[in-house]
């Protein structure tokens, strides 16, 4: 019988791992990004402030886009990696983890959220707590110390999401099966993880939308088209 203290011991540890990386060397360039979505999408704006003059049905298509090139992306690597069975759950859910931050990453900008300042960095790593189904109540005081914050905020999220898979990771310990099972467990923890920040960044989009239209914050873009969508 599988040790199921030790496998959740090692999803955790590779979670983290993952998570770090994804925080460290292989974040997503806003600029990048910004040429992405001009490029692939065709739109008009030449900063993410520009997002806000687009209808918010355009951003929701484009961020159920992203979710699934996400969920397609870690099918096949769950897919590939999942044939050596639990010898390689380590470097899979590694790169599992990179996959979904960097999904969220993708769809913080999409909704106008970059993170270049510290202020903004510690905003992601909330979100990626709330798509995380994570409570880090008591981390938030910390939240302008991001070298402190940041740690913590992985280690919650690994040790939430080691907890809810551990007992259907532990089918991975027959090979070949375990392929078809990483593939689809891969698949639904992104699209899980990236409807949840879906609904974070949506709401944070609509309050600053609704702040641009009382006058709160200027307006930014193209003003007529402000609201359409919602």
Known sequence: MLN?????????NALKKGFTQAYESVKVDPHHYL???????????????????????QIDDI??????????MA??????????????????????????????????????FEYNTDEEIADLWVAAASAAGVDISRELM???FVGR?????IQAMAAQASKEAVEKWAGRVVPVLSSVIGAGLNYFFVR???????????????AVRNKMAGGEIPFVGVPHELGSGI
Request: proline fraction near 3%; glycine fraction near 8%; hydrophobic fraction near 45%.
């Open 4 to 12: 199921k203290s030790w496998l959740r011991l090692r999803v955790e």
């Open 35 to 57: 040429l992405h979505l001009q490029v692939a999408h065709s739109l008009p704006i030449t900063t993410f402030r520009g997002i806000y003059s687009l209808s918010l049905s």
């Open 63 to 72: 961020a159920a886009e992203t979710v699934r090139a996400g969920m397609k």
């Open 75 to 112: 099918m096949a690597e769950g897919a590939g990696m999942g044939i050596g069975g639990m010898f390689t759950v380590v470097p899979d859910l590694s790169f599992l983890a990179v996959i979904t931050l960097r999904t969220i990453q993708k769809l913080s900008l999409l909704y106008g």
């Open 142 to 144: 910390e939240k302008q």
């Open 149 to 153: 914050f940041v740690p913590r905020v």
């Open 192 to 206: 899980a993880w990236g409807e949840r920040a879906i609904k974070h960044f949506r709401e944070k989009h609509i």
